[in-house]
């Protein structure tokens, strides 16, 4: 295996064009699962995913060039599937199943490329659409994401010099491994990178997925990047995301098909999927309300990804709910996703460990976290709280209230409808930094 010279690589940017976006696996797993049932189940959906930067003290438009920008976005849209990945996908086996994918979605998928964008700058922000069949828009959130943070690093580096830069890479690496040796520690443990779309750069990402794997071994379960699955002979990660709840709930009709759309799309999931892949994620509209009003088939699905209550506190409140249903616990898992790092993890695994099971998926702080690593101290390159969510659907407005009222999205109007009919019980208000 090569290992590239990171900081050689960034400081020899002399051509037109570095293409952050090279491969249409360069994104996570749970993408083409869900665009597959979207395909069959949902084909006349259309979609609109809008860029929303969280870090408003960060004016992107005024960091990130817009010719650059457009470059990186219009290469995308060359991007295609390869023979070599389209093999790959047909013939590899993702959670012990083969031939997760259907024949006639990786035909159609061959021809796939991403759609049209808008862009435009308002009050030093960059306002970026992804408007169109949701069998289309769904793939760009990944990408557009990667696109922008890589950017954003690019242009922090520019102008340091070749000796600086070793040293930031040098540090940052340090960081990593040190905290790589306090997770060897933990008997048991079981952790993925889920860190592309907040990523510092593909190259970077690349190298935390081959040092982790080196340094963790066999707790090491995977990536979420099918990319880098692929190259590096990993399990891929993931199953469904916050998008099926939220478009679900605007195609409601009635205050009552709005309560059952979060569950009439999982059980649209698990006839997709024949049973397999049974995580839930249970916060889009809170998850105190998603537990009370579940029907008891959720009960029996392996387990749950709580992202936006604290670790413990939703964890705990997920295994109560369990044994309220009669189910055992042990038997189940919890997958923690949410800005975890280091310290949330050794935390939250010693909480759980031994009543239920527990995998952590390592994002931002695995891929980006370069706080304190600059030579010169600044905070450029600290990671931002940057999102791509689905904001329309067929014309109506979309809702994420989220357990966190800070990662809540959408027409504030439509917004106070989802309370009233979900309910506000157990939210609360916590600064999102990633």
Same mark, same amino acid.
């Given at each position: 295996m090569t290992v590239t010279d990171i900081a050689t690589r960034t400081y020899n940017h002399g051509w037109? &064009?570095?293409?952050?976006?090279?491969?249409?696996?360069?994104?996570?797993? +749970?993408?083409?699962?869900?665009?597959? !049932?979207?395909?069959? !189940?949902?084909?006349?959906?259309?979609?609109?995913?809008?860029?929303?930067?969280?870090?408003?003290?960060?004016?992107?438009a005024e960091v990130i060039d817009e010719k650059e920008l457009r470059a990186q976005l219009d290469h995308a849209r060359?991007?295609?599937?390869?023979?070599?990945?389209?093999? @790959?996908?047909?013939?590899?086996?993702? +959670?012990?199943?083969?031939? !997760?994918?259907?024949?006639?979605? &990786?035909? @159609?998928?061959?021809?796939? /490329?991403?759609?049209?964008?808008?862009?435009?700058?308002?009050?030093?922000?960059?306002?970026? +659409?992804?408007?169109?069949?949701?069998? =289309?828009?769904?793939? @760009?959130?990944?990408?557009?994401?990667?696109?922008?943070?890589?950017?954003?690093?690019?242009?922090?580096?520019?102008g340091h010099g070749r000796f600086a830069l070793d040293v930031l890479y040098a540090r940052a690496k340090a960081k990593l491994w040190t905290k790589v040796e306090r997770l060897k520690q933990l008997d048991g443990?079981?952790?993925?990178?889920?860190?592309?779309?907040?990523? =510092?750069?593909?190259? @970077?990402? /690349?190298?935390?997925?081959?040092?982790?794997?080196?340094?963790?071994?066999?707790?090491?379960?995977?990536?979420?990047?099918?990319?880098?699955? !692929?190259?590096?002979?990993?399990?891929?990660?993931?199953?469904?995301? =916050?998008? &099926?709840?939220?478009?679900?709930?605007?195609?409601?009709?009635?205050?009552?098909?709005?309560?059952?759309?979060?569950y009439r799309v999982l059980d649209d999931w698990r006839q997709m999927y024949a049973g397999n892949l049974l995580i839930a994620l249970p916060d889009a509209f809170g998850t105190t309300a998603f537990l009370r009003d579940a029907p008891d088939w959720v009960a029996d699905w392996t387990g749950f990804r709580p992202d936006s209550a604290p670790p413990i506190v939703a964890g705990e409140q997920i295994v109560r709910w369990w044994n309220d249903k009669g189910r055992d616990p042990s038997r189940k898992i919890l997958i923690f996703s949410d800005a975890m790092d280091v310290d949330s993890i050794e935390r939250t695994y010693r909480h759980f460990?031994?009543?239920?099971?527990?995998?952590?998926?390592?994002?931002?702080?695995?891929?980006?976290?370069?706080?304190?690593?600059?030579p010169d101290g600044a905070a450029d390159l600290d990671p931002i709280s940057l999102v791509c969510k689905v904001t329309s659907v067929n014309g109506r407005p979309a809702v994420k209230l989220s357990d966190n009222t800070e990662k809540a999205t959408g027409d504030p109007e439509e917004i106070a409808r989802y309370l009233r009919v979900f309910g506000g019980d157990d939210r609360f208000t916590s600064a999102v930094r990633v």
């Open positions: 037109r &064009l570095d293409p952050i976006i090279r491969s249409l696996l360069d994104t996570d797993f +749970y993408k083409l699962l869900m665009l597959q !049932m979207i395909r069959k !189940m949902y084909p006349d959906v259309h979609v609109t995913f809008s860029l929303i930067n969280r870090s408003k003290h960060v004016r992107l060359t991007v295609q599937l390869s023979k070599k990945e389209h093999i @790959w996908l047909a013939g590899n086996s993702f +959670y012990g199943k083969a031939q !997760m994918f259907s024949s006639d979605f &990786l035909a @159609w998928l061959v021809d796939f /490329r991403l759609p049209e964008y808008e862009l435009r700058k308002v009050d030093g922000q960059y306002e970026l +659409y992804f408007e169109g069949p949701w069998t =289309h828009t769904s793939m @760009w959130e990944i990408p557009a994401l990667a696109i922008v943070n890589e950017l954003r690093s690019r242009q922090a580096m520019k443990l079981l952790l993925s990178d889920f860190g592309t779309r907040r990523r =510092h750069g593909f190259l @970077w990402q /690349r190298w935390c997925v081959e040092a982790v794997k080196e340094g963790l071994g066999n707790s090491f379960t995977g990536t979420s990047n099918v990319l880098l699955a !692929m190259d590096n002979d990993l399990e891929a990660i993931g199953t469904n995301a =916050h998008e &099926l709840p939220m478009v679900s709930a605007a195609l409601a009709n009635s205050d009552e098909e709005l309560r059952v759309a979060p460990h031994g009543r239920v099971r527990t995998s952590f998926g390592w994002g931002t702080n695995l891929t980006n976290d370069f706080i304190g690593c600059t």
